[in-house]
């Protein structure tokens, strides 16, 4: 009874410590630092690479983008007069992926035990996303202007240029591609 009444307090800090260890990165504009900081999301991109061929530094853009790295990032809810309403989208996680795409990604992956919340599951799904541009819309995988533009309206949506008239879609894709290119500038300098 009294090793219970020690231990239980000393296993529920390390429990609560270890879920901060995977918090969101101190720096989240220098890859390296990230890297260091969070060792297994080296692999998890190594993983997306080898699989989709999602280049590392296109990926984490992609992220850094969507979430800054928060794991269980959502849209803002709308507000009438003050007063909280829902959500403008069901995007959630690491990389803003809404219910809808999710499902999708899940069936064509068979990976039934994903979660929108695990950087590692985030990474794949985009890089799946990305595959899928490249094939359907003839995307290079490096190109994460236009990756970024698929990635937020849909290929139907990229398809028919709906994109086009939108100076603020076109600013989140420059952004997503100037931290692509900062974050590939910064890998070739990582140890």
Not at 98 to 124: C, H, Q
Not at 147 to 165: F, P
Request: aromatic fraction near 14%.
């Amino acid at each position: 009874m009294y090793l219970t009444r020690v231990l239980a307090p000393v296993i529920f800090a390390a429990v609560l410590l270890a879920g901060c260890a995977a918090g969101q990165p101190k720096d989240p504009n220098n890859i390296c630092y990230i890297l260091k900081e969070h060792k297994g999301w080296y692999k998890d991109a190594k993983k997306a690479r080898k699989r989709w061929g999602l280049p590392m530094h296109v990926g984490f853009a992609f992220v850094h983008r969507e979430s800054t790295f928060v794991a269980d990032a959502k849209p803002p809810r709308k507000r009438v007069l003050g007063i909280p309403l829902g959500r403008s989208s069901s995007a959630y996680g690491y990389a803003q992926a809404t219910d809808e795409a999710w499902k999708d990604y899940k069936k064509d992956t068979g990976r039934r035990f994903v979660k929108r919340s695990n950087f590692g599951d985030a990474l794949d799904f985009i890089g799946w996303y990305n595959d899928r541009s490249n094939k359907r819309l003839r995307l290079r995988k490096n190109d994460t202007y236009n990756l970024y533009l698929a990635y937020y309206n849909g290929h139907s949506g990229y398809a028919r240029g709906k994109w086009k008239k939108s100076a603020a879609i076109k600013g989140y894709a420059k952004k997503a591609s100037r931290q692509a290119a900062i974050y590939a500038k910064q890998l070739r300098r990582c140890s």
